[in-house]
């Protein structure tokens, strides 16, 4: 994957001492951004950009207010590169939120490391759910393989909405997004409360999470869980639909249906030792118990106990 690298700079001479460094990476993509055109780069997502603070026709701490209040690019690393050593003058910088401030002369094997360990930190970052903040599918199936090898006795639970594309439907994606990441607090409530030793909680994505516990003995986690969504989930809703207990939502053809209110379904697998011998064979499983969870109407859990 090719990593995108902003330089921002109205000269060229930083660009030549970047591309003298990199030249035989073929990961790293340069670009000079100058200032007048900084608007329409940053509609795009860099790894990286930096700034050469001598080199631009712009007030840097407007400069960096500017990048730091762009939505797209509000958790990008920014190092800024510069002759001050005036330590107000960085501070005033470093509050901005910018991560880097490097003074010149440039080391240039010290900036090329700062600038390779920021990109391979942003790639692992970006592998965690920016809504929920929560470890993703690289992270979830780590954590599963490292359960499993080690021969002990553990408990997975599947978490998915019902009916949340009726709701994303009516009320936007938006307040889809707050509902997900409700359920997200919810779930790591409840788990934090029942004081589960070596827990882990991570979001598959859209409306799916999965939870992997050492506690096998997951009832009353599971209740508690359906107990404050159903209770919480109505304050997501209009008064008028929470009291009639469903929403009504135009189908393709125009046609309105009646879709009862979003609810949660936990499907649980308990993974004794020598049950599995991979992780497939647990999402399999896993994938059945949660289909039949969903197929009772309202929040509802399963657990399968099979040996």
């Not at 900084?38 to 026709?57: F, K």
């Not at 929560?134 to 019902?162: C, H, R």
């Not at 009516?170 to 004081?195: P, V």
């Not at 359906?226 to 009291?243: N, P, R, W, Y």
């Amino acid at each position: 994957m090719v990593q995108d690298i902003y330089i921002i700079d109205d000269d060229k001479e930083l660009m030549q001492q970047m591309q003298e460094m990199f030249k035989d990476e073929n990961e790293y993509k340069l670009t000079r951004v100058e200032t007048k055109n900084l608007n329409e780069a940053l509609r795009n997502i860099p790894s990286v950009i930096i700034i050469n603070e001598n080199g631009i026709h712009e007030d840097i701490i407007e400069l960096c207010q500017k990048i730091r209040n762009n939505e797209d690019n509000c958790i990008t690393p920014v190092l800024v590169i510069a002759e001050s050593r005036d330590k107000q003058h960085r501070l005033d910088i470093l509050k901005l939120n910018i991560e880097y401030y490097i003074v010149k002369p440039i080391d240039k094997d010290y900036l090329y490391y700062t600038i390779k360990n920021i990109v391979r930190l942003m790639y692992i970052n970006r592998r965690i759910s920016p809504l929920t903040g929560l470890p993703g599918n690289v992270q979830i199936q780590t954590e599963m393989k490292k359960k499993l090898l080690s021969k002990k006795e553990f408990a997975i639970l599947y978490f998915d909405l019902d009916n949340f594309k009726a709701y994303n439907d009516l009320y936007g994606f938006t307040k889809g997004d707050e509902i997900i990441k409700f359920t997200a607090r919810t779930i790591a409530r409840n788990i934090h409360k029942q004081e589960c030793e070596s827990s882990f909680l991570g979001h598959i994505g859209g409306d799916d999470f999965i939870a992997i516990l050492s506690n096998t003995n997951c009832e009353k986690l599971c209740q508690d869980v359906i107990s404050e969504f159903d209770t919480k989930v109505l304050e997501f809703f209009t008064q008028e639909d929470a009291q009639r207990g469903y929403v009504e939502v135009a189908n393709r053809k125009g046609i309105m249906e009646q879709f009862p209110l979003t609810s949660i379904s936990i499907g649980v697998v308990i993974v004794d030792k020598g049950r599995f011998t991979n992780t497939l064979e647990i999402g399999e499983v896993g994938a059945q118990v949660k289909h039949l969870a969903k197929t009772v109407m309202g929040s509802t859990y399963i657990i399968d106990r099979r040996k």
